[in-house]
């Protein structure tokens, strides 16, 4: 796995990861860039809702969001979607992001 700097400010492109075949080790890697970058960015991945659910459960626990329906037969994640005809972007007058709550979500 490699890691290549997306701006000068933040984030870093993730190279040569296959998100469904994670080791320990490349968890850790990849939480320890999280710190570093504040942003990832891993393109090209193919993950199932469980996939998805369990990737992101190696980090912390899901924190359900309570304003977004969930996508079918899949609680644990919430469909956050503009619609073609909104003119306002979802989050522009709050957050999507849990940073409302008591703990807020780690990502």
């Known amino acids: 796995m490699k890691f290549e700097t997306a701006c000068s ?5 993730v190279h040569d990861i296959d998100l469904n075949d994670l080791t320990s080790a490349d968890v850790t890697q990849l939480d320890d ?7 990832l960015f891993i393109r090209d991945q193919q993950l199932t809702p469980e996939q998805h659910l369990g990737f992101a459960e190696r980090f912390a626990s899901i924190d359900v969001n309570q304003f977004f329906r969930p996508v079918d037969g899949h609680p644990g994640i919430a469909e956050v979607l503009k619609e073609r005809d909104q003119t306002i972007n979802i989050g522009g007058g709050w957050h999507t992001d849990h940073s409302y709550d008591d703990q807020p979500a780690r990502g």
Do not use: L, T
């Open 9 to 13: 400010v933040f984030g870093a492109y």
């Open 33 to 39: 860039a999280w710190a570093e970058y504040g942003v």
